[in-house]
């Protein structure tokens, strides 16, 4: 039972975390869309400003959080069998 429970401590937690990414990316998207209206850039990946150098930094951010979203994806995915064995089988309340 204390196993089940914290199962679905982590679980929760690991969504918490998933949904924080999820903020932190249309921040970061809102943020450059009003940076390039500003400065007049044609596009989000270097059309303009400082060439390459953004979009570069930015393939990077977009890797390292590809990264992230996999390993809370998988994380998540184990979490969900772990409660399904401790006996937890049924489907949470929806939020």
Known sequence: MVQMLQSTFDL???EDEFL????CIE???K??????????ARS???GG???GEDATEMNSVVMQLSRKLEELL???EDLREQVKRA???GRSPAK
């Open 44 to 46: 989000w990946w270097g």
């Open 74 to 76: 998988i994380d998540n």
């Open 87 to 89: 006996g937890g089988g």
């Open 27 to 29: 921040k970061e998207k």
């Open 49 to 51: 400003g400082k060439g």
């Open 12 to 14: 929760q937690e690991k």
């Open 20 to 23: 924080g990414l999820v903020e």
């Open 31 to 40: 943020g450059k869309t009003r940076e390039r209206r500003k400065s007049g």
